[in-house]
Structures are given as structure tokens and as C-alpha cells.
Nanobody, 115 residues
Framework: QVQLVESGGGLVQPGGSLSLSCAAS????????MGWYRQALGKQREFVAL???????NYDGSVVGRFTISRDGAKDTVYLQMNSLKPEDTAVYYC?????????WGQGTQVTVSS
């Protein structure tokens, strides 16, 4: 059974940095892709970043140049390094994986950007 567990959220001031982790219960190389999504209060969940099996990365335009997705196969973990954080980045961040047509989601971790 696939489980994804996020960690690393918290409260940070505008301009600060946070690093999120997503630990998978199986080898991350089983997945076609892994990604990060976020959902702000009262809004729909939106795409943030993803990394494919082959290592190709893709980002939403609002985070390009500020966020970086990466992975560590030895730890079966995907990371999201977030720099230059803005108040509008405040949301619950979810890890997602795609195995053929099956999606898996973590429970989410709260990121709050506020002074």
C-alpha cells in the first residue's frame, strides 16, 4: 500500500525559506511522477511542481525561480525547497504521486507566511 507523509511545514516570515519533505512507503521510482500541490483557505487545490520518473521538472509560473523540487531515491523522499516566500504562498501543501492512472496523496502540511 502506498503512503505519502509530508513534513516540514510551519510559520515563516515573508522572504524566508522552508523545505518540505514527502516520504513514500515504496520506491519513488515506481511512480510516473511525484509532485506538490497546495490549497489555500477557500480556494481550490492547485499545482505547484512535479518531477517525472526521468527527472524532468515542471513548475507553476507563480513559483518559478523561488521553489525547487528534488528527490532522493535512497530515502524514497521528494523535497520542495521554497525560497523568497510570500504571504500568498500560505496554504496546505500536499504531496502527490502518480502510478499509471492511480493517484496517491499525503495528508498535507500547513505553510503560513506572515509577519
Amino acid at each position: 500500500q502506498v503512503q505519502l507523509v509530508e513534513s516540514g511545514g510551519g510559520l515563516v516570515q515573508p522572504g524566508g525559506s522552508l523545505s518540505l519533505s514527502c516520504a513514500a512507503s515504496v520506491s519513488i521510482f515506481r511512480f510516473n511522477s511525484m509532485g506538490w500541490y497546495r490549497q489555500a483557505l477557500g480556494k481550490q487545490r492547485e499545482f505547484v511542481a512535479l518531477i517525472t520518473y526521468g527527472g524532468t521538472t515542471n513548475y507553476d509560473g507563480s513559483v518559478v525561480g523561488r521553489f525547487t523540487i528534488s528527490r532522493d531515491g535512497a530515502k524514497d523522499t521528494v523535497y520542495l525547497q521554497m525560497n523568497s516566500l510570500k504571504p500568498e504562498d500560505t496554504a496546505v501543501y500536499y504531496c502527490q504521486s502518480l502510478l499509471q492512472s492511480q493517484e496517491y496523496w499525503g495528508q498535507g502540511t500547513q505553510v503560513t507566511v506572515s509577519s
